[in-house]
Every structure is written in C-alpha cells, then in structure tokens.
C-alpha cells in the first residue's frame, strides 16, 4: 500500500447488487460469484422482502430479480419497485425467455434479461450495459446542468472600468492555448471568469472540468486528480479515471489552488511540463492534453514567501494572470447586479419581480459586501422569498454596524482607513435617519407604529430620534413651535 493510502480507504466503495430470487441455491451462487469479483451482496428471499429493503433505504446499484416466485412474482415486484425508485438498474431472471414477459418487463423498467441457466459472461455484460445506461444518465444530466451555468456564466455582467478592462482581457487570453492564474477574494467570480475563458477559446467543444483543491484532503485530491488502478489502496477494486484524463482536450479549473500539499504542487509541476502523469498504482504514465486554469483568494506572493506554495509552479501557472477586483471597489455595478439577481430569482421561486425601495438600494451601494457576489445574490435570493423591504433594509443595516465594530488589530490602522471607516459610519447613520424619518411620515409621527415598522423597540426609536434631531425636523415641517406636543403615540 502507498504511504498515506489510510486516508483513501473509503475512495472506492463497492458497488452494491440486490438478489431478489426464492431459490436458496441461485441466491448462494450469486452471492459467491459477485462477491469473488469485488461487489457488496445482499440476498432476500421473497419480491416483499426486496421491497422493505428498498423502503428501509437500500441503495443498491443493481437489482437481480427472479420472473417466477410465490406470492408475488418478479414483474409485480418490479412494479413496485419502479413506484418506490425509478432509478434502480434491475436485472430479471428466469426459466423462460417468453417474449411477452420479456417485453412486459422491459416495459415496467428493467434494463436487462437472462434465461436461466446462464454463462458469467452473460452475467457481466448484464451489469455493464446497466452500468453504461447508468454512466449516461449522469452524463445527460451533467451535460444539462452545464448547459444551465453557461447561460449563467454567459451573462457576465461588466459596468465598472476595472470589469471592463478584465471582459476585454478575457477576450484576449482566452483563444491563446496558455495557463491562466485568476486571483482575488471569495465570491468574486473567479469561476465565471474562467468558464468564460473556455467558452471563447478552441477547447470549447470539449468539457470544462472544475476541481476545488480545498475541499478535500491531500491523499484523496491526488487521487480525484491523477485516478487511480486497482489495487492501490484498501477498497480501489476497480480503475478509475482522474479529472485530467476527464478533462482531455478540454479545460480543468484548479480552484483554492494554494491549498494544494507540497507533494502534490510537484507533481502537478510535472505534469505541466510533460503533459503527463501515472494513476496510483500505475506504472505506465497517461498522455493528456488539457488547458490549466487556476484560481486562489488567497495573498499568493505572502504563500510563495511563507513555503506553502511553489515559486516554480506559480510561475509555470501564471503565463496569463487576471486579478478580479471585490464588489466594494465596484460599487457602480451594485444596483445592476441587484437587479440581475432579482429577475434570476424572481423567475427561479416564480414571483413577481419586486421594486427595491430606494433607501434598500441606497444602503446595498453603501455596504461593502466582505462576500462579494456570492453575498449580495444570497441577501437578493432572501428579499425575493420573504418579500420585506423594510425587514431586508434592517438587515442590511445590521450587516453595516456588525462590519464597523472595531477589532483590535483595527484599532492600529493608518489614519487613512480611520477616515475610510468614518465615513461609513457617516453614511449608515444617513441611510438610518432615512428610515426612521420615512417610517414617522407613513404612520402620521406615530412613534409606536413607526417602531413596529421599523422592528425596534420604542425606547430605541426614541433615543435614535435624539440622537438625529428628528422631533425639531417634525417641528419645521409642521410650522409648530418645538414646545407644542404635536407627535401622536407618546
């Protein structure tokens, strides 16, 4: 076993088959033969027995199952199964090879059928062409869901000068066949730079293949990259492709890239340069033709510095680079982007497209969103559902307070950035005084119904409409003396 091999035990999991037949010979049999080639066996006795294990949470990937049984036989089990979980690969079994029973049972949704007695080989090309069904149905859908991101993706949506110049960038790196290193905070949209990246070059025809570095560990990231033979480890029973081979002629997206261990970043550098790389367990090496795609949010140089991430491999990486600035540097772009979201998911929970107040827009191009797109669409998907704009601008406005709270390394900062957050301050208490002025004029100056609407208490209004002067402002509106107890709700 390779060193570090432990930490794959579960990589490969056997792959899981239900016998369903009332012979005990035929069930032994089976059992003893499927498991001789590496798979988990289970036997019942009975189309019921299959039933309660399928209820109960079973997951098998394949279902033998007997045509003639007592009680209830094959074809009404796999009515019934059929009714509990459409997806299941079942294979029939029996004595007869009656073309109505076999039509009947294709029908209702097996994918195969022997005649007993049958030949191994017979058995073998049953599970594979189930498997290959299986292996099509994730490709269909995973082609549909891509197809969904690239209409996402397509809509890259530019109005700052720094998002145009990036958009213009794109169009020049991406027909050039080179690696491209995309950096910048979370949330930014470094994978919707990069799909736009393969979708405008000559690669993309062929698939776009996203691994994110960070979510899993060293052992098992080698292994989800490079594949692995049988063997290699506890469990690896059978070959498995890594996502270079899946990604051949097309594009692989290295995303958290400086999370990746040492060991790996050299082997990765190989590959790089070779355009080639062995499995785990493998002798021979693999051929591929891919283009590399990399992104990090974190300070690659201080990473480069600290050891934890190869000079070399950044240099090899980084032929092309793009820096993606965050959304607090782009304020421009909020309202566009906020209306993009709310159209997206307007139509997603199917609701009407709602109106953001103005002081909602106001305080979101004031905020500075520390998660960046992925922040602003999860706060738009919020105001779609619940369908509050007064609830989401206090929400909003306590997102404000709880970024402003001073955190000891913050208290050194240059006087710059004091300034910086200053002005923020200034313009929260702004968006506030709005809020609370525009929810006195709707209630009449009613103070407990404009603390209701405002969801604070009514000694907070109170104290809130000291702190910003607001009873003298009622005063110069009405034209009554400020001595004159004019404001209802006291």
Request: charged share 30%.
């Amino acid at each position: 076993m390779r060193e570090g091999a432990r930490g794959q035990t579960d990589v490969a999991e056997k792959e899981k088959i239900l016998i369903i037949d009332d012979e005990p010979s035929i069930r032994k049999y089976l059992q003893t033969l499927l498991e001789v080639d590496g798979f988990d066996v289970s036997a019942v006795a009975s189309g019921s027995e299959g039933l309660e294990a399928i209820g109960a949470g079973a997951k098998p990937d394949f279902v033998i199952l007997d045509v003639l049984m007592p009680e209830m036989d094959g074809l009404e089990t796999l009515r019934r199964l059929m009714r509990v979980d459409r997806s299941l690969n079942v294979i029939m079994l029996s004595c007869s090879n009656e073309v109505s029973t076999v039509v009947e049972a294709i029908r209702l949704g097996a994918h195969d059928y022997l005649t007993k007695p049958f030949e191994k080989p017979e058995l073998d090309a049953a599970l594979l062409k189930c498997r290959q069904k299986r292996q099509l149905k994730a490709e269909n859908q995973a082609l549909r869901e891509y197809c969904d991101e690239l209409t996402e993706d397509l809509s890259f949506l530019a109005a700052s000068p720094q998002m145009l110049k990036i958009r213009q960038q794109i169009f020049q790196v991406a027909p050039v066949d080179v690696p491209v290193f995309i950096s910048g905070e979370s949330g930014v949209g470094k994978e919707v730079v990069a799909r736009m990246i393969h979708l405008r070059s000559a690669r993309r025809q062929h698939v776009f293949v996203k691994v994110n570095c960070a979510a899993l560990p060293g052992e098992l990231l080698e292994s989800e990259l490079f594949g692995y033979e049988p063997g290699a480890f506890t469990g690896a029973v059978r070959a498995k492709p890594g996502k270079f081979e899946l990604a051949n002629k097309g594009t692989i997206f290295l995303d958290e890239i400086a999370e990746i261990p040492p060991h790996l970043q050299a082997k990765l550098l190989h590959v790089l340069q070779d355009n080639q790389f062995s499995r785990l367990g493998a002798r021979a090496t693999v051929q591929v033709d891919v283009r590399v795609l990399a992104a990090t949010n974190v300070q690659v140089h201080e990473a480069m510095k600290s050891g934890k991430f190869r000079e070399d491999l950044y240099y090899r990486l980084s032929v092309l680079s793009l820096h993606i600035p965050p959304l607090r540097e782009r304020t421009d772009e909020i309202p566009m982007l906020f209306r993009h979201f709310l159209a997206k998911h307007s139509e997603k929970f199917q609701k009407a497209v709602p109106e953001p107040s103005t002081h909602l827009m106001e305080a979101a191009v004031r905020y500075p969103w520390p998660g960046n797109l992925r922040e602003l669409e999860n706060f738009v998907k919020r105001y779609v559902i619940l369908e509050d704009d007064d609830g989401s601008l206090r929400e909003l406005l306590e997102m404000a307070e709880s970024q402003q709270r001073i955190s000891p390394k913050e208290e050194a900062a240059p006087p710059r950035e004091q300034g910086l957050k200053a002005l923020v301050r200034s313009l929260k208490d702004e968006a506030e005084m709005e809020a609370i002025a525009d929810a006195l004029e709707k209630t009449n100056w009613c103070r407990k119904d404009a603390a209701k609407i405002l969801g604070i208490s009514y000694k907070a209004l109170l104290y809130k409409m000291r702190q910003f002067n607001l009873d003298s402002g009622r005063s110069a509106r009405t034209g009554m003396a400020p001595g004159v107890p004019a404001i209802r709700g006291s």
